[in-house]
Each structure stands twice: as C-alpha cells, then as structure tokens.
C-alpha cells in the first residue's frame, strides 16, 4: 500500500532568493517570483501550505512594460466614499512607489485568502540595488 506525502509545518525549508528586475517584463517577473514564493518547483508542494522561499527584488525602478502599456494601464483604488475612486498611472506610480507596482503584481498571482495575504508577507521589494537581508545570504534567482 502507497502514503501520500504530506508536509508537515515542521518540515519545511526555507531559503532566500534574489531577483534583479533590471529591464525585466513586470508580468513574467511577478509569475516567477509567485511561483516561488508559493514553492510550487518544490517536491514537497502542498496547496494549503506556506512551503515557498522569501524573495528579495532589487531594482524595482528598472522593470518594464512592452507596448504601450506604460501609458495606457492604470491602478484603481476606491476610498469607499461616493465619488472616491482614485485612479494612479503606471508611470506614476513607479516614479513614487515602485515598490507597489512589482507588489502589486505579484499579489495578484497569488491565492486571494489567508495563505495569499501570508505568502506576500516573504517578497521583499527594494527600488535601488541595496537591500538589509545580505545576513540571510540569499542565492541569485536566474528569471
């Protein structure tokens, strides 16, 4: 007779990656970083489990979009007053928070419940190329 693996939250391994998002597309940058920060390339996957790895992104001010997206897409936000529906450009946003835009795309990959608000918890975004998790000696993550 056969067992399913399960894991268990004892056995989990944790390990810390970095990614530089230097001229990288925003959407094939935010799947891959989703990918692993859920640890779906890992044997021990587990839907209902936190197994992923944290994520360091450097760079964030250097991603980019093809197209005309840059001009065209936009970020919605509602206060939940009548009239309160507050629109951000892309190209906004990333000259303020770039930060939110690599966040924010990421966050939509994710699950939308409590393992996805956890999950989100382990990226870690940073505008410039300097970052506070050199002690964690995170592995370069090839994208």
């Not at 897409?73 to 529906?85: E, F, I």
């Amino acid at each position: 007779m056969q067992k399913t693996f399960v894991l268990k939250g004892k056995d989990i391994q944790r390990d810390w990656y970095i990614v530089d998002a230097s001229g990288m597309p925003l959407g094939r940058l935010a799947s891959k970083v989703a990918q692993v920060l859920r640890g779906k390339a890992k044997p021990t996957f587990t839907p209902f489990l936190d197994g992923g790895d944290f994520v360091v992104v450097v760079n964030a001010s250097n991603v980019h979009l093809s197209g005309r997206k840059p001009e065209m897409k936009t970020y919605w936000r509602y206060t939940g007053y009548p009239g309160g529906l507050r629109i951000t450009k892309y190209k906004d946003a990333l000259e303020k928070r770039p930060e939110f835009v690599i966040t924010h795309a990421v966050k939509g990959m994710l699950p939308h419940n409590r393992l996805g608000r956890r999950l989100i918890k382990k990226l870690k975004v940073y505008a410039g190329p300097e970052h506070p998790h050199a002690a964690q000696m995170p592995r370069t993550l090839e994208i």
